[in-house]
């Protein structure tokens, strides 16, 4: 008998605006997916195996990017599916939205030990995207498992709010320790650069992404779904990926998996063991 695919929602809370083309590169991994809105019946969304919290501007942005959504009843259930050991995936606003439920780093479940603080540039303040080049510090991760240590991969940011901050004492410490930190700014050929732009926001030591102590839960500021394939790799950036999209050739080609795929890969890879472990 075929296994099925695992099921992951993708969860839109008012204001976002990736959930379908994050929907639509969950899906080209292989995933079933569905968008699932933040008022629908929890009792529904715990069937899925997994899910992903977009990027956007949940309830505009109000007091701080994430921290209304973060009370929502619909996080209510993700705790109880992530401390069950489902994967959750949250990208920009979705990351904001895990910090400040305090999913993640998860030291104390439900308590806030993290903060993404308003970016840091020369010369200018606000809003900011471009390509970035990320380090993948950790792949015991949802959404670094099908990488390799050590790989150098762009993707793009996209965020006024997206620098890792902390106020508490050795935290900072601790997550290095623990391999919590699973995604980092890197210069175009990996060579550590804690300055901007290669670190497009300040970030606490060039931190891009995060995980709880268990991995199953990912904080990360960068967009996968915008990197999810060739085409949207701009053919001007540094490096293999740029050189790949140069000499594409043809729609096939164009349309073949770009370097955020792998964080979807990495979900169904991570979503399937844990199918195959319960």
């Known amino acids: 008998m075929t296994r ?6 993708v969860i839109r809370f008012p204001g976002m605006n990736c959930e379908e083309e994050t929907r639509r ?22 069937l899925y195996d997994g899910y992903v919290l977009p990027g956007g501007f949940s309830y505009q942005d109000r007091v701080r990017a994430g921290a209304i959504a973060a009370k929502d009843r619909v996080v209510d259930c993700l705790f109880e599916e992530a401390a069950a050991g489902k994967p959750v995936i949250g990208i920009c606003n979705g990351a904001q939205i895990l910090l400040e439920a305090g999913l993640v780093p998860g030291f104390e479940p439900g308590r806030v030990e993290m903060g ?28 670094t498992c099908s990488f390799g240590r050590g790989d150098v991969v762009p993707i793009p940011v996209a965020h006024a709010e997206g620098r890792f901050v902390t106020s508490t004492e050795g935290l900072l410490d601790r997550l290095e320790e623990n391999g919590q930190v699973v995604l980092r700014y890197v210069g175009p050929d990996g060579a550590s650069d804690p300055g901007f732009p290669s670190n497009p926001n300040g970030s606490s ?6 995980r709880n102590v268990e991995g199953n839960v990912v904080a990360m500021m960068p967009h996968p779904e915008r990197a999810a394939w060739l085409f949207q790799v701009p053919e001007r950036l540094a490096g293999p990926w740029g050189a790949s999209r140069r000499s594409a050739r043809g729609e096939r080609t164009l349309l073949e998996p770009g370097p955020g795929a792998a964080v979807m890969r990495s979900l169904r890879t991570f979503a399937e063991r844990r199918s195959e472990e319960a």
């Open 25 to 46: 590169a969950v899906a080209a991994a292989g995933l079933a997916c569905d968008v699932f809105m933040w008022n629908g019946p929890t009792d529904e969304l715990a």
């Open 4 to 9: 099925p695919y695992p099921r992951i929602a």
């Open 116 to 143: 993404l603080a308003t970016n840091i540039m020369p010369d200018r303040d606000g809003y900011y995207t471009r390509w970035t080049h990320l380090e993948v510090v950790d792949t015991g991760s949802s959404a």
């Open 205 to 210: 030591r060039a931190i891009a992404g995060i």
